[in-house]
Nanobody, 113 residues
Framework: QVQLVESGGGFVQPGGSLRLTCSASGFDLDLYLMEWYRQGPGKERELVAT???????LNADSMSGRFIASRDLDKSTVYLQINNLEAGDTAMYYC???????WGPGTQVTVSS
């Protein structure tokens, strides 16, 4: 059974950093493309970054280098490091496996002073 569980969100001041974690189970992470999405208040869900099955990563065009996606195959986990957080990064962040359209429940990131 495929399961994705995000964690690591929280309340952070502008300029801070967070590392989000997505624990994957029920499948081999190295066989699938994984994605990070986010949905801010009143906004549509948007792609943040892609981790390809070969380990390459690619940020969405609208996402700056402040977002760094990675994975650990031994831990069956994907990560999203977010640096220099801005108020506009406030959103629910989701892990997604595109094949089969599996989503985690999300983890909330709130950036405020």
């Amino acid at each position: 059974q495929v399961q994705l569980v995000e964690s690591g969100g929280g309340f952070v001041q502008p300029g801070g950093s967070l590392r989000l974690t997505c624990s994957a189970s029920g499948f081999d992470l190295d066989l699938y493309l994984m994605e990070w999405y986010r949905q801010g208040p009143g906004k549509e869900r948007e792609l943040v970054a892609t981790i390809f099955s070969d380990g390459r990563t690619l940020n969405a065009d609208s996402m700056s280098g402040r977002f760094i996606a990675s994975r650990d195959l031994d831990k069956s986990t994907v990560y999203l490091q977010i640096n220099n957080l801005e108020a506009g990064d406030t959103a629910m962040y989701y892990c997604h496996r595109s094949r089969g359209n599996y989503w985690g429940p999300g983890t909330q990131v709130t950036v405020s002073s």
